[in-house]
């Protein structure tokens, strides 16, 4: 069983920076091993995927509206998975999940992970 605990949301102006944190609770082997990612949904819409980071070599995948802007990275030591979000533009505001997956291939399919965080607030303000 996996639990995950996201952190650093909050409020910033467009053009803002924020990094997110999921720290994930379990075996430390089956985390390593697990597909990560992160995931948003903004009020009315629908839950879309964001950035994805596999284990091994960590290829990473991000939705186009986020290349460029978002980071995605792990911290295996901590257990740690992070979202480094710049260049903040107001529809980046939504509830920001993250996610693990053990059948270990990145996706943003939300339907892929079988583990889900109870989600941290991002608000962009113009």
């Known amino acids: 069983q996996v639990q995950l605990l996201e952190s650093g949301g909050g409020s910033v102006q467009t053009g803002g920076s924020l990094t997110l944190s999921c720290q994930a609770y379990?075996?430390?082997?089956?985390?390593?091993?697990?597909?990560m990612g992160w995931f948003r949904q903004a009020p009315g819409k629908e839950r879309e995927g964001v950035a994805a980071i596999e284990p091994g070599r960590r290829p990473t995948l991000y939705a186009d509206s986020v290349k460029g802007r978002f980071t995605i990275s792990q911290d295996n030591a901590k257990k740690t998975l992070y979202l480094q979000m710049n260049s903040l533009k107001p529809e980046d505001t939504a509830m920001y999940y993250c996610?693990?997956?053990?059948?270990?291939?990145?996706?943003?399919?939300?339907?892929?992970?079988?583990?889900w965080g109870q989600g941290t607030q991002v608000t962009v303000s113009s």
């Open positions: 379990g075996p430390t082997y089956s985390i390593y091993y697990m597909a």
């Open positions: 996610a693990a997956d053990p059948g270990a291939r990145r996706s943003l399919v939300s339907s892929d992970y079988p583990y």
